[in-house]
């Protein structure tokens, strides 16, 4: 038998075979070889040696106790009762898990949608889950602990839909002065990944004649941020903890193949061919150097000495996730590369970060404070499990390229939004 009959014939079955197994990983194979690429670093479960390796845990978020024993109640640390958040694309995948989490820690949630019936039902299952409702009874006493569970609308592709959301939120909460009450978490995920196509193929553009993606994953929420900007900067006495922005942003934004990386003027944004696949990545990478640039404006400002006062603004890829965003039934027709991502999704999505698993480093990002403040987390961009990535290739830290194109994005978003503010 030759040498490679031997190699056919039984060697390479044996190593496909042992590969199939959990020694790979166990070892840190496939660790490994994904660190190869700061792209695919914590992609996929498997792709982690073990939970050790995570920089942040389920049971770092509820204690040490888990939230299933009934005889470790007491381990269950309402650590944030009292504070508010605003969760954007909240009715289903990362942006529903992320909700829940936060109202099993107490947290009064606002979910903002597309569609409202979809939002009410979503936040529905949040106010009737065993342990919102548990912890808020045992914890709290209260009756009705599903009640800090409110739900509104905005589609984050249109200006007008944005601006009437903030409109209405800031009304919701006012302080009885006319000023809004402090907003204490802001997530950032509303998002596409792929856009319709307009007629005979040409880009399609929003009802405000910008790029769909771009628009609906930055520029709504640009402008979200601008207009509730005066509930998360608040800092007076009725803030008890720092405000945090995450943005909900992809390990595709390694792959965008633009020579400017991110569009920074109308023309260069909207002169792309229908489908670019660089699109989804582009708006991805733009929501990184959009953090970056937000801390850098706000260290720029005179700040005081409330610790309070400081915004914690960062960006994650929550890795391949088994959400609903590959699931949109407009795109079942159609006979392109997002159709075969779907396809090979479905089929092999147990193989995929859980949208809870998914929702965990945005989480981290949001709740741990102390972490946070210690090692002065802000404008970071971070993977599965809440591992800190340096130097994005597109997004060095402290490079002067860098610094010169979110410069730019920040100003060509705020001319988008001109009209709106």
Same mark, same amino acid.
């Given at each position: 038998m030759g040498i490679k009959t031997v190699f056919v014939k039984i060697i390479l079955p044996v190593v496909f075979?042992?590969?199939?197994? &959990?020694?790979? /990983? %166990?070892? #840190? =194979?496939?660790?490994?070889?994904?660190?190869?690429?700061?792209?695919?670093?914590?992609?996929?479960?498997?792709?982690? &040696?073990?939970? /050790? %390796?995570? #920089? =942040?845990?389920?049971?770092?978020?509820?204690?040490?106790?888990g939230f299933s024993d009934a005889a470790s109640e007491k381990e269950y640390r309402n650590r944030l009762w009292g504070q508010t958040a605003l969760v954007t694309g909240a009715n289903s995948g990362i942006g529903y898990e992320i909700s829940l989490l936060l109202a099993r820690l107490g947290v009064s949630v606002t979910m903002v949608c597309r569609s409202p019936s979809r939002c009410e039902s979503a936040a529905k299952k949040i106010r009737e889950?065993?342990?919102?409702?548990?912890?808020?009874?045992?914890?709290?006493?209260?009756?009705?602990p599903g009640s800090a569970v409110t739900t509104m609308t905005a589609d984050t592709s249109?200006?007008?839909?944005?601006?009437?959301?903030?409109?209405?939120?800031?009304?919701?909460?006012?302080?009885?002065?006319?000023?809004?009450?402090?907003?204490?978490?802001?997530?950032?995920?509303?998002?596409?990944?792929?856009?319709?196509?307009?007629?005979?193929?040409?880009?399609?553009?929003?009802?405000?004649?910008?790029?769909?993606?771009?628009?609906?994953?930055?520029?709504?929420?640009?402008?979200?941020?601008?207009?509730?900007?005066?509930?998360?900067?608040?800092?007076?006495?009725?803030?008890?903890t720092p405000a945090r922005i995450v943005l909900t942003s992809s390990c595709t934004s390694y792959l965008g193949k633009?020579?400017?990386?991110?569009?920074?003027?109308?023309?260069?944004?909207?002169?792309?061919?229908?489908?670019?696949?660089?699109?989804?990545p582009?708006?991805?990478?733009?929501?990184?150097?959009?953090?970056?640039?937000?801390t850098a404006r706000l260290d720029a400002e005179v700040q005081d000495n409330n610790p309070n006062s400081i915004v914690y603004v960062n960006a994650a890829n929550p890795g391949y996730v088994a959400?609903?965003?590959?699931?949109?039934?407009?795109?079942?027709?159609?006979?392109?590369?997002?159709?075969?991502?779907?396809?090979?999704?479905?089929c092999f999505q147990s193989l995929f970060w859980t949208s809870k698993e998914g929702a965990l480093t945005m989480i981290y990002l949001g709740t741990a404070v102390e972490k946070l403040q210690k090692d002065n987390i802000r404008g970071q961009y971070f993977h599965p499990q809440s591992k800190l990535m340096k130097d994005h290739e597109f997004a060095?830290?402290?490079?002067?390229?860098?610094?010169?194109?979110?410069?730019?994005?920040?100003?060509?978003?705020?001319?988008?939004?001109?009209?709106?503010?």
């Amino acid at each position: 038998m030759g040498i490679k009959t031997v190699f056919v014939k039984i060697i390479l079955p044996v190593v496909f075979a042992v590969l199939l197994t &959990s020694i790979p /990983k %166990q070892l #840190g =194979f496939y660790e490994y070889i994904f660190s190869l690429s700061p792209a695919f670093v914590g992609l996929f479960p498997w792709s982690i &040696s073990s939970e /050790k %390796q995570w #920089g =942040f845990t389920f049971a770092e978020l509820y204690g040490n106790g888990g939230f299933s024993d009934a005889a470790s109640e007491k381990e269950y640390r309402n650590r944030l009762w009292g504070q508010t958040a605003l969760v954007t694309g909240a009715n289903s995948g990362i942006g529903y898990e992320i909700s829940l989490l936060l109202a099993r820690l107490g947290v009064s949630v606002t979910m903002v949608c597309r569609s409202p019936s979809r939002c009410e039902s979503a936040a529905k299952k949040i106010r009737e889950d065993a342990i919102v409702v548990r912890r808020g009874d045992v914890d709290r006493g209260l009756q009705n602990p599903g009640s800090a569970v409110t739900t509104m609308t905005a589609d984050t592709s249109s200006l007008q839909s944005v601006k009437k959301f903030c409109h209405d939120y800031q009304a919701r909460t006012d302080d009885g002065g006319g000023n809004p009450m402090p907003l204490d978490m802001m997530f950032l995920n509303a998002g596409v990944a792929f856009a319709g196509v307009a007629v005979q193929g040409e880009l399609s553009l929003s009802e405000n004649g910008i790029e769909s993606i771009f628009a609906t994953n930055v520029v709504g929420h640009h402008l979200m941020y601008k207009l509730l900007e005066p509930s998360i900067r608040r800092s007076d006495e009725l803030r008890k903890t720092p405000a945090r922005i995450v943005l909900t942003s992809s390990c595709t934004s390694y792959l965008g193949k633009y020579p400017y990386k991110v569009a920074t003027d109308l023309q260069t944004l909207n002169g792309v061919p229908s489908m670019d696949d660089s699109l989804y990545p582009q708006s991805k990478l733009a929501q990184i150097l959009w953090a970056k640039e937000l801390t850098a404006r706000l260290d720029a400002e005179v700040q005081d000495n409330n610790p309070n006062s400081i915004v914690y603004v960062n960006a994650a890829n929550p890795g391949y996730v088994a959400s609903d965003i590959w699931k949109d039934k407009e795109w079942e027709p159609l006979l392109t590369q997002e159709s075969v991502v779907k396809f090979v999704h479905r089929c092999f999505q147990s193989l995929f970060w859980t949208s809870k698993e998914g929702a965990l480093t945005m989480i981290y990002l949001g709740t741990a404070v102390e972490k946070l403040q210690k090692d002065n987390i802000r404008g970071q961009y971070f993977h599965p499990q809440s591992k800190l990535m340096k130097d994005h290739e597109f997004a060095k830290d402290n490079d002067h390229e860098t610094k010169i194109l979110q410069e730019k994005l920040w100003k060509f978003l705020d001319e988008l939004v001109a009209d709106f503010v």
